[in-house]
């Protein structure tokens, strides 16, 4: 089993270019997650998914989109790049919502110029 | 004031010392996760408990529901143990899967 997996790995974007990041897992579960992780702060939540077709907002979802249209991949679409989203992307995913582990992707590095 | 707070921010130990890594949280949770980030990056989960404790290898974690707060341990530290040590939980009224996550303890053991 490869796991979570994130492509691409590292990416600079322009401001105002569009890019989707892809997040693939193998382990059949309902749950996916994408996180942010900044300097001096904590992982935070953009957005995630309870099962296939289903989205929702995390704590700070302005400025990105997702879809879910498998239930094994998970899309994190940014339309106009701005430079407050230099950052390190997480996917993550799980079995269920309640006590049990997620599972993280390697991350993705975007810088926007 | 965070959520979840996680002490110290930084600790460097020599190769062998007993660590103890701290984490206090705010609001009720059903569960607490420990997690490991590598120097590389990767993120991997190294426990989730509700109550009393847990133990894998040299790590050992601990949760105190009552007052709120969780340790990690590990003993006879390792330089291959430096990393960042998140501590995440799980709450009530949150939305359905995501954790609130503290801003990590970077660990640095020396040889």
């Known amino acids: 089993n490869a796991g979570v997996t994130q492509t691409p790995k590292f990416r600079v974007l322009k401001t105002g270019q569009s890019m989707t990041l892809l997040c693939a897992q193998d382990?059949?579960?309902?749950?996916m997650y994408w996180y942010r992780q900044d300097p001096g702060m904590g992982l935070r939540l953009i957005h995630y998914?309870?099962?296939?077709?289903?989205?929702a907002k995390g704590e700070v979802p302005d400025g990105y989109n997702v879809s879910r249209l498998k239930k094994q991949n998970f899309l994190l679409g940014l339309e106009s790049a701005a430079p407050s989203q230099t950052s390190v992307y997480f996917c993550?995913?799980?079995?269920?919502?309640?006590?049990?582990?997620?599972?993280f992707g390697p991350g993705t590095r975007l810088t926007v110029t | 004031k965070n959520e979840v707070e996680q002490s110290p921010q930084n600790l460097t130990a020599q190769e062998g010392e007993f660590i103890t890594i701290n984490c206090s949280y705010s609001?009720?949770?059903?569960?607490l996760h420990w997690l490991q980030q590598h120097p590389g990056g990767g993120i991997v989960s190294l426990f989730m408990?509700?109550?009393g404790k847990k133990k894998h290898g040299r790590l050992i974690a601990t949760i105190n529901i009552q007052e709120k707060h969780s340790s990690l341990h590990i003993t006879a530290s390792h330089p291959r143990d430096s990393a960042v040590y998140i501590c995440?939980?799980?709450?009530?009224?949150?939305?359905?899967?995501?954790?609130?996550f503290g801003k990590g303890t970077k660990l640095s053991v020396k040889p």
């Open positions: 408990l509700s109550s």
């Open positions: 609001v009720g949770i059903s569960a």
């Open positions: 995440a939980v799980k709450n009530y009224g949150g939305s359905q899967g995501n954790l609130i």
């Open positions: 998914s309870v099962g296939e077709g289903t989205t």
């Open positions: 993550a995913s799980s079995y269920s919502a309640v006590s049990y582990e997620q599972y």
């Open positions: 382990m059949n579960h309902e749950y």
